[in-house]
């Protein structure tokens, strides 16, 4: 294996989600001694998020004052969206980032966030243009779309 920045490099890239996320896992250690959170888009796998862990969950609202910090990371799946529903997959990753961030301006939970997020996406590729037109706050708020079941994210600890 090759090192850089002391992480060893895989020598092969991973075959599974499961062996993507324990890499992405990996990589992010060195990472959050500098960054607060570490938001990792996997395109139909959905995302993974790394952090502070927050009663079963990543903190996202940032802090000021420096502590020790236990890690963990929540891998939420992406949204279905069929192949005839999907028209464009430009702008996708730069939806999800806009509404989780709107959603982390607004104070709201982590699932709330990320729910933001996935429903961007969804909407940003069944839309014709990178960024879809009809994008709003209230489109993405998962207290006012249409009923979703959303999946439970799987919580994994960060070494």
């Keep these: 294996?090759?090192?850089?920045?002391g992480v060893d490099?895989?020598?092969?890239?991973?075959?599974?989600?499961d062996e993507t996320l324990m890499v992405a896992v990996a990589l992010s250690r060195p990472l959050l001694e500098n960054l607060h959170c570490l938001v990792v888009t996997?395109?139909?796998?959905?995302?993974?998020l790394c952090g502070e862990h927050n009663a079963g969950s990543v903190n996202l609202q940032p802090r000021k004052q420096k502590i020790k910090r236990q890690l963990c990371a929540l891998h939420y799946p992406a949204l279905t969206v069929t192949p005839e529903e999907a028209m464009n997959v430009s702008g996708a990753g730069d939806s999800?980032?806009?509404?989780?961030?709107?959603?982390?301006?607004?104070?709201?939970?982590?699932?709330?966030?990320?729910?933001?997020?996935?429903l961007a996406a969804r909407m940003s590729?069944?839309?014709?243009?990178?960024?879809?037109?009809?994008l709003t706050l209230d489109s993405v708020d998962p207290n006012k779309v249409q009923a979703q079941k959303w999946p439970t994210p799987r919580f994994i600890w960060v070494d």
Excluded: E, N, Y
């Design 42 to 48: 996997l395109g139909p796998d959905g995302v993974l």
């Design 125 to 134: 590729l069944a839309s014709p243009h990178p960024i879809s037109p009809i």
């Design 96 to 118: 999800f980032a806009g509404a989780l961030m709107a959603g982390i301006l607004h104070g709201r939970d982590t699932d709330c966030c990320v729910r933001m997020g996935l």
């Design 1 to 5: 294996m090759v090192a850089k920045d």
């Design 9 to 17: 490099l895989l020598p092969v890239l991973p075959r599974s989600l």
